[in-house]
């Protein structure tokens, strides 16, 4: 039976494809247990799993013996709950805001001539939940951090220009660190879940230690 399953962030400033020629999961470490009570129980190793885009690559995975629930070691590049790593989805958000429609976007980020294209109408829906998840993220950070972002549009240019680097997502990964398992998709973790205990008693997964190491 498989138990709950948890993402902590894996702080890394390696890229997607550093990651991937260094198999940096290798050298992915958990030393405390963010669910049990500290010293309870030191979580092992439990293999990887398997992150199909933008291509194959593992991510590290460990198993607490207490609960039963699976952590998850996700690096800063890549997007949670959806395909693909940050930045990418970054740039297909920048521009389709760029755009004059979302039809527009669609046919400039999924064209119709390539040999995997997609029916216009199906990229017009992948245009649309990328832009509606960057900015419900968006939206959330500015609410959490207002004394920091509350001059911002609900764009990604205006982050952009707000925090001064190439890669806004990777860039809030670490300053929203002690919200992650709060924030929305593609930005935050898997939120924390309750686990039974013995006797009936329920807890909550804290977050844990860092790991070491416009519409038409």
Same mark, same amino acid.
């Given at each position: 039976m498989t138990g709950p399953k948890v993402q902590l962030r894996y702080p890394t400033e390696l890229t997607f494809e550093q990651y991937v020629k260094a198999e940096a999961w290798h050298q992915a470490r958990l030393e405390t247990c963010p669910i049990c009570p500290p010293g309870q129980c030191r979580p092992g190793r439990h293999g990887t799993y398997l992150r199909k885009?933008?291509? @194959?690559?593992?991510?590290?995975?460990?198993?607490?013996?207490?609960?039963?629930?699976?952590?998850?070691?996700?690096?800063?590049?890549?997007?949670?709950?959806?395909?693909?790593?940050? @930045?990418?989805?970054?740039?297909?958000?920048?521009r389709a805001e760029a755009a004059p429609s979302v039809e527009a976007a669609a046919? +400039?980020?999924?064209?119709?001539?390539? +040999?995997?294209?997609?029916?216009?109408?199906?990229?017009?829906?992948w245009v649309r939940l990328r832009l509606a998840r960057v900015r419900s993220m968006l939206a959330t950070v500015r609410g959490l951090m207002p004394a920091r972002f509350e001059d911002c549009q609900i764009t990604v240019r205006s982050f952009r220009d707000a925090l001064g680097v190439p890669s806004v997502l990777v860039a809030l990964r670490g300053i929203c660190a002690r919200y992650l398992h709060t924030l929305p998709a593609p930005l935050g973790l898997r939120p924390p879940v309750a686990v039974g205990q013995r006797g009936g008693n329920r807890r909550q997964q804290s977050t844990g230690p860092d790991p070491p190491g416009r519409e038409a």
């Open positions: 885009l933008p291509t @194959p690559a593992r991510v590290a995975r460990f198993y607490c013996p207490d609960t039963g629930t699976t952590i998850g070691l996700l690096p800063d590049f890549y997007a949670s709950r959806m395909p693909g790593t940050l @930045p990418a989805l970054e740039e297909a958000v920048a046919n +400039e980020l999924r064209p119709g001539d390539v +040999e995997e294209a997609v029916t216009l109408p199906t990229a017009m829906r």
